[in-house]
């Protein structure tokens, strides 16, 4: 691998640290292939997490939240912005720099069922990422791949098996099991459970905390659903429309959310008792485009809230005590 340069002022309890990330995808070119029109997925988002925790990144669909974790595995290349992993700026890596990296930073994909190559079986699934990084000596390949599956809760008859004869939520087993072959450090989970049924979702859940105490991981959740993310995460950033409106510890942002957003998306969480009555905040319209966003605060067009200045200029994005931060005008009055 090329020389590997150490980012300056970097923070060295961070495992990962995004700075000012912007991801922009052409809509229309000229013929000389200028750039005339864009669709800007994620735009300036920063946070850092250490080793061992798990952020939870929360909105409603479409706001760049897929994007995000893609770009930060540099399977879409950023547009802008820097990406320090483990105190390496892997921004401008290329593919053959990348490569050692891969074996620390995996994914975990939204649908089990597309997910999977359906005519390789379980074992082969498995193996493929082993051998390719030379995780063990090629003799040890199967035994490894047998103990892997166990701890994921897959039987070791499974190994000879194809993807159309499990169900959704064995599928996202084995997609796990495939992101943990390589023994990373940084797992994205992008959606991992939003596809599954109910008491599914809460054995996948259990079994991705269970993994993380076990293998010591670090965790980006990436989710719309607000229980599921209260459970398992320690830190939660809110984006909206590309951007991060609200980031902080969960302990913070559940017990005092301070954009109107977080505070909308917190109201509809459903309450377990049915004679308490909610307080629910309903928002108005629809999300802007991306290709097009609103002048100012981008989520004025839907804030119940908004003043002239909210029109006009975007709220500066600010540490508002305890690494709780927010973008909003209302909060500096």
């Known amino acids: 691998m090329a020389d590997i340069k150490k980012t300056e002022a970097y923070d060295s309890d961070a495992i990962l640290e995004v700075r000012n990330l912007r991801k922009c995808f052409p809509i229309k070119k000229t013929f000389t292939g200028k750039v005339t029109q864009e669709l800007i997925a994620v735009d300036d988002v920063s946070f850092k997490l250490k080793a061992g925790e798990t952020l939870g990144i929360v909105g409603e669909s479409g706001c760049g939240k897929t994007t995000l974790g893609r770009a930060i595995l540099k399977l879409h290349q950023p547009t802008s912005g820097r990406i320090i992993f483990e105190g390496e700026d892997i921004t401008d890596y290329k593919s053959s720099q990348m490569r050692e990296i891969r074996k620390k930073m995996q994914i975990i994909f939204q649908d089990p069922y597309s997910s999977l190559p359906p005519r390789s079986t379980v074992g082969g699934i498995l193996s493929e990422p082993v051998m390719v990084h030379n995780i063990v000596p090629k003799a ?60 599914i979702q809460a054995q996948i859940i259990n079994l991705l905390k269970k993994l993380q105490q076990d293998m010591n991981l670090t965790y980006m959740f990436i989710s719309h659903d607000l229980s599921v993310v209260k459970f398992i995460s320690d830190k939660i950033g809110v984006m909206y429309l590309g951007s991060m409106v609200e980031y902080g510890t969960k302990e913070d942002i559940f017990a005092t959310p301070l954009h109107p957003y977080t505070q909308a998306l917190f109201s509809a969480i459903p309450h377990p008792d049915p004679r308490e009555k909610m307080n629910r905040i309903i928002l108005k319209g629809d999300i802007p485009s991306p290709a097009n966003p609103p002048k100012g605060c981008r989520f004025h067009t ?21 690494g709780h931060c927010a973008a909003c005008h209302l909060l500096d009055e």
């Open 140 to 199: 040890e390949v199967k035994d490894y791949v047998l103990d892997l599956m166990d701890k994921c809760g897959l039987r070791d008859y499974y190994y000879e098996r194809y993807p159309h004869e499990f169900s959704g939520g064995q599928r996202q087993r084995i997609c796990i099991a495939r992101a943990l072959s390589v023994n990373p450090k940084l797992v994205i989970c992008d959606e991992p459970v939003s596809a599954l049924d109910v008491s």
């Open 302 to 322: 839907r804030c119940p809230y908004a003043k002239d200045i909210c029109k006009e200029v975007s709220p500066e994005y600010k540490d508002y005590g305890n």
